[in-house]
């Protein structure tokens, strides 16, 4: 079987990572690895699509954007950088109900729409999409079936779309 430099990077792990702990990390930059995540928050290596769920999932928990925009893969004794056309992470589930909408993203995270986890729309040269705000300056694809759903549920007060309840009722961002 043949093995990738990032299924490399992924067996070089320890089997147990205190991911709470990720900010502490502050290895020097290990350099550049050929890793892409595209506009539709699709992971790539050296052009290839990733095909190994957990690696998507590891990673998409490693990575972090520092000061001046830069995405990296960080790990306690490594920091490689990759690029990242657009939003980092996706929404890969969406549930309305009860007066919260919940989303699941695909680094494992479940998070409740608030001022914590606000959506926007992220400028991009293909047009404004959107995102959620999911931990550290990551945000979320909010793929556009999802943004559809939300729409629907929006009230409408002064020509704007409302989503949310009371406690975390936001303007849901038009992508003009």
Known sequence: MNTTPADSLAQRLPQQLDLSQRHTWQPAISGDIDI???R????FHC???FTREKIERLFC???RREEGGEYFLVTPVEKWRITVEAAP????AMEIGQGQIQFACNDGSDFLLGPDHSIQALAHSTGALPVIAVRDGLCALIERHYYYRLAEEASWESEQAWIGTV???QLLPTLE
């Open 36 to 38: 892409v995540i595209d």
């Open 40 to 43: 539709n928050s699709r992971w």
């Open 47 to 49: 052009g290839d699509p």
């Open 61 to 63: 928990q490693l990575l």
């Open 89 to 92: 992470l996706r929404v890969i």
């Open 167 to 169: 406690g975390a009722k």
